[in-house]
């Protein structure tokens, strides 16, 4: 039976993690989906969020995904618990829905010293508390230090992030996170969009503090989850594939998803 490994994202950005698990998982089948006619997801609210994620997470399990993972901060933010509560426990049992938060405050504090940790992350990621709810579970003495970032996933997404224009946006919320603490030795990109502006953040901050993006955390959390639960495993499909899909353009989509996938992307058209 077919069952690939479903990855989700409001937009583009969840092809940044794919591309990691795919580097991982190289045997393993996988179907994504973009909502990208309803994105961003990170400025609507929590109810939101939960029914256009349901709705995705729904689309997947028609399509023989029964593993998924929400590679949305804001999804996983605001929708997953209670997709896990509500969802699979009364309608789909078998299933399985994860996300990216947990994997990556399970390891966000083995980078720090100074256990000054800050975040980077869409206004609903922060609204949400997420971050310092989930990292204080793992690292307790740990200050974390949040800036919403409205304006670069509408950057990224219209292909403006390299543009003079966007490294206001850009540089404002960076001098605003390092103002909250000097002690801030660790970043932690919280919005799978991000890692497209890491050439830039880097420029901006000091040698000092790392740039955590969440791809390669998220991929090896994946293989560890696998290894721990081998009946899941087994019923993953394995014939190295993957297919794209998307709510809006497919031409809009394997254009701009090239960008942040990092080779080219075919992808077709779905209506929810």
């Not at 980078?111 to 989930?134: D, F, K």
């Not at 543009?163 to 960076?174: K, L, R, T």
């Not at 030795?185 to 497209?196: E, K, N, R, S």
């Amino acid at each position: 039976m077919h069952q690939p490994i479903g990855v989700f994202d409001s937009g583009y950005g969840g092809l940044t993690v794919l591309k990691e698990i795919r580097q991982r998982l190289p045997l393993y089948d996988f179907v994504y989906l973009g909502d990208n006619a309803r994105a961003p997801y990170g400025t609507r609210s929590y109810e939101t969020v939960y029914q256009y994620t349901r709705q995705c997470v729904r689309w997947f399990f028609a399509n023989g995904c029964s593993l998924v993972i929400l590679a949305c901060n804001t999804a996983s933010a605001k929708a997953l618990r209670t997709i896990q509560q509500r969802e699979l426990e009364q309608e789909y049992p078998g299933k399985r829905v994860l996300g990216v938060i947990r994997p990556t405050t399970e390891m966000v504090g083995n980078y720090s010293l100074t256990r000054h940790v800050g975040i980077l992350a869409t206004p609903g990621t922060v609204q949400s508390g997420s971050y310092p709810i989930e990292i204080s579970k793992f690292f307790p003495d740990v200050k974390v230090f949040q800036e919403a970032c409205p304006m670069w996933v509408p950057l990224i997404e219209n292909n403006e992030h390299n543009s003079p224009g966007a490294d206001y946006f850009i540089s404002q919320c960076v001098e605003r996170l390092l103002e909250k603490s000097p002690l801030i030795d660790t970043i932690l990109l919280a919005c799978t969009h991000y890692p497209l502006l890491m050439h830039k953040l880097q420029k901006l901050l000091p040698a000092s503090v790392t740039l955590l993006p969440q791809g390669s955390i998220v991929a090896e959390s994946l293989c560890n989850y696998l290894g721990r639960h081998p009946e899941i495993a087994a019923n993953c499909s394995k014939n190295g594939s993957v297919r794209f899909y998307t709510t809006d353009s497919a031409l809009t989509f394997n254009q701009q998803g090239s960008l942040f996938y990092g080779s080219e992307v075919s992808s077709a058209h779905v209506e929810l």
